[in-house]
C-alpha cells in the first residue's frame, strides 16, 4: 500500500471519548482494556513523526487525544483502533476532527519587509539592513517549522474549539480583498503576541477535510491565560465580525492510565 503523505505539514486528528457507565453495568467491561488501550498509545509514540498528548477532560467528555502524524494511513489505524478499543469498554466516540497543520497565508513576505526598512530610512546594501533582512529570513524559517511541524508541549491545561469565517451578507469574510483581509489578521496576531510564553497556539487547517475551517488547540500553564486571551480577541474585528466558533474542550494533560483511573474511579 503507498504511504499517504502530506505535501506539507501533519496531519492532526482530535478525538473525544466518553465513558458509558450503563454500558459498563450491563457487563460491556474489556478484562484487558487498559493494556491494549495502552499499548495502541505506545505504539503511536513510537511511529515515526508521530506526537500524542492525552487529557483528562472536564464537563463534556472524559478522555481526549490531539494525534500529530506525517502518514495519513497509519493515523487512520491508530484512529480507528482507539475508537474500536474504546467501545470495547462501553466508551463512546462523543466528538471527533480532521485537520492539517498549516502556515498563514497571511505573514509578512520578504518584498514587504523590505519596503517596511527603506520606508523608515533604513537603506539597501547598507549593513544594517542586510542584518535585520537576515535575521528576518531567520525568524520566518524559524516561524514556518513551528507551524508545519509544531512539538506539543506538556503545558497542564489544554482547550479546543473549531471555528470558521462568516460569509453572510455584509459579513463575508471571503468577499474581502486580500489585502483588507491581511491588514485585519495583523491586529488579531497582535493580540496573540501579547500571551507569547503564556499560551501556545496551533491553528491547524479543516477546510474541505471536516465541518470546520480550523481548529485552534490551546496550551497553558494557567486556564486563566486561555480564558483572557479568548476574550480579547473576541473584540478584535476578524472575531467580532466574521467569526464563528463551535463548542470548547478543555482537559487537563495527564499520563493515559491516570487519566483512566480519575474517570472510572
Not at 187 to 207: E, L
Amino acid at each position: 500500500m503507498n504511504r499517504l503523505k502530506a505535501k506539507e505539514g501533519l496531519f492532526v486528528v482530535h478525538l473525544f471519548f466518553s465513558i458509558d457507565h450503563w454500558k459498563r453495568k450491563d457487563g460491556h467491561v474489556h478484562p484487558d482494556f487498559e493494556v491494549e488501550i495502552g499499548s495502541i498509545v505506545d505504539r503511536m509514540k513510537k511511529e515515526e513523526g508521530f506526537q500524542i498528548a492525552t487529557f483528562c477532560m472536564l464537563c463534556h467528555c472524559d478522555i481526549g487525544f490531539m494525534i500529530l502524524g506525517p502518514d495519513l494511513h497509519k493515523m487512520q489505524e491508530f484512529e480507528k483502533s482507539l475508537t474500536k478499543t474504546f467501545s470495547l469498554d462501553g466508551w463512546n466516540l462523543h466528538y471527533s476532527f480532521f485537520s492539517m497543520t498549516e502556515k498563514s497565508e497571511y505573514t509578512t513576505t520578504r518584498e514587504e519587509f523590505e519596503e517596511e526598512l527603506i520606508a523608515s530610512g533604513i537603506q539597501p546594501g547598507t549593513e544594517d539592513f542586510l542584518n535585520r533582512m537576515s535575521a528576518f529570513e531567520k525568524a520566518m524559517e524559524y516561524y514556518t517549522m513551528v507551524r508545519l511541524y509544531p512539538t506539543l508541549p506538556d503545558y497542564p491545561f489544554f482547550s479546543f474549539y473549531p471555528m470558521r469565517k462568516k460569509r453572510e451578507s455584509g459579513q463575508n469574510w471571503y468577499a474581502l480583498g486580500f489585502k483588507e483581509r491581511k491588514e485585519l489578521m495583523k491586529g488579531h496576531a497582535t493580540v496573540g503576541r501579547k500571551y507569547s510564553g503564556r499560551v501556545i497556539q496551533y491553528i491547524t487547517g479543516s477546510t474541505g477535510l471536516d465541518d470546520w475551517e480550523w481548529a485552534v488547540s490551546l496550551y497553558a500553564n494557567d486556564p486563566y491565560d486561555i480564558k483572557s486571551i479568548v476574550y480579547e480577541m473576541r473584540f478584535d474585528p476578524v472575531s467580532a465580525k466574521f467569526a464563528e466558533f463551535g463548542s470548547f474542550y478543555c482537559g487537563l494533560q495527564m499520563s493515559l492510565n491516570e487519566a483512566i483511573k480519575r474517570v472510572q474511579r
